[in-house]
């Protein structure tokens, strides 16, 4: 089977559980590199059965690190993916004759959450990420979270998906999420956006509706009426954390 010519890179910090099956899935690869912020784990061993290729950068952010990553990068090729996901071998696939076809310079490509040990039902919405890109038409904007590479020129959409693994439980994605949430809303107020009281109040409903009803959670059963509830719960705690930092940062503070 002949190599892909394109260079992934992973940004990670102790991934023990997870990276194995991530670094599997991309033998197929030129290159392929990790970037690691200070795992004191297995991490960095397991990775060595896969790579030479290990970086250490001490953490500034999701996007920085990404940045970082990709300038590691020796191939104008290039995927990113995140140590708790699986490339499926038809993505890989697809990939490879993309690449033949040189015909647009990005893949947004589903990636398919796999909550509670179980991957999405047939129905369900899938969020789409850009993941495969060139990287002489790409780059990150600064953000602290949900960073996203931007790309300048044609993107197409993917058939085949990347599996995501890192909601295994309630309490790793509502930990995740409260600490998303925290950075999310310091970035709002950094922006200067200011809090608002009806947000406030409709935007758990009407996050509910969207994730359950809009984008198919239901399907999911009571899988998906948990994640659906626990991402309504974030995007509350979203707008809840901007009134709560719009509060510290004013003199007089807001009327309770």
Known sequence: ????????????KNE???IERALRSLQRFAEVIVLDSGSSDETLKIARKYTDQIHHRDWTGYAAQKAHGLSLCSN?????????????????DEIAAFI????ADALNTPVKDVFLGKAPASGVRIN????FYRKSKTHFPEKLVHESVIVD????????????YGESSIKVKVDKNNLYSSLRAEEKAAKGKKPSVLKLVVVFP???FKSYI????????????????VNAFYAFLKEAKLFEAHHLTRKDGLDD
């Open 1 to 12: 089977m002949m190599s892909i010519p394109a260079s992934v890179y992973i940004i990670c």
């Open 16 to 18: 023990e559980l997870h």
């Open 76 to 92: 104008d090729w290039v995927l990113n993916i995140d140590a708790d996901e699986e490339l499926s071998e038809q993505l890989a």
């Open 100 to 103: 033949q076809a040189d015909q």
């Open 128 to 131: 789409r990420k850009v993941r």
């Open 153 to 164: 020129g044609i993107v197409e959409n993917s058939k085949n998906a990347i599996l995501h």
């Open 206 to 208: 009407l996050a509910l």
């Open 214 to 229: 809009l984008r198919r959670s239901c399907l999911n059963g009571w899988r998906g009426l948990v994640n659906s509830m």
